[in-house]
């Protein structure tokens, strides 16, 4: 099982993704998984993650020769376009409730409650703060042959989190479950993730193939 330790910050790192200097000894993992490869270019997708007392920040970088996105509104079709997405399940005890959060790559973005608790799929964007930045200006943004990468940056409140994280914020030791994704958007729309996924099953709402996650001091 796919494992990646987040290191704890005193402060969240700004929210602006050409500040990558702040993120540059945070651990990188991988979304190199294509579950469902037919062909083409395997673009890449690298990640990080700090925790802090705000919240838990992301950031992706992504390698993308067609950059694509046309959804504008707040739980639009985001995975459609160029898009990153982090699912997480914050209770060992209760591996299949989880979180998802889906970004574009002008800084739209869905989340998603399928938990117990919240009687299947729930909108939870709206009122709990998550702050998202990336280095494509929108609201939409047409291929271009000029086209080479993208970077995003988001900051997901521990709010999000309230119904089912044992501890909030984590404490170092704390396991959740994650996985993170990639949609290639019009063009490449290769699908890929950092934990593997049986490529019967073709749906990344797939739970049960999360890897760790591991807070660390």
């Not at 993704?17 to 993992?29: E, F, K, M, Q, S």
């Not at 709990?128 to 086209?147: F, M, Q, Y």
């Not at 993208?150 to 404490?171: E, G, K, N, T």
């Amino acid at each position: 099982m796919n494992r990646y330790e987040i290191p704890y910050r005193p402060a969240a790192p700004i929210l602006d993704p050409r500040a990558d200097a702040l993120w540059a000894d945070v651990p990188a993992g991988a979304i190199d998984c294509f579950p469902w490869y037919a062909s083409g270019v395997k673009q890449s997708t690298v990640f990080r993650a700090v925790w802090s007392p705000e919240g838990l920040s992301l950031r992706f970088d992504c390698q993308d020769r067609h950059i694509w996105s046309v959804a504008t509104r707040t739980n639009g079709y985001v995975w459609l376009d160029s898009c990153v997405e982090f699912f997480v399940a914050p209770n060992p005890a209760k591996p299949l409730n989880y979180y998802n959060f889906e970004m574009n790559c002008v800084g739209t973005y869905l989340c998603g409650t399928h938990c117990d608790w919240a009687e299947g799929y729930r909108d939870c964007s709206l009122d709990l703060g998550l702050r998202v930045a990336t280095t494509i200006p929108g609201p939409t943004k047409n291929e271009s042959p000029a086209d080479d990468g993208w970077s995003l940056v988001a900051l997901i409140p521990w709010a999000h989190f309230d119904h089912d994280a044992p501890h909030l914020p984590p404490r170092p030791g704390d396991l959740w479950r994650a996985n993170l994704y990639r949609c290639g958007g019009q063009t490449d729309t290769q699908l890929a993730c950092w934990s593997p996924i049986d490529p019967a099953i073709r749906n990344f709402h797939s739970p049960q193939f999360f890897g760790e996650i591991l807070f660390t001091a």
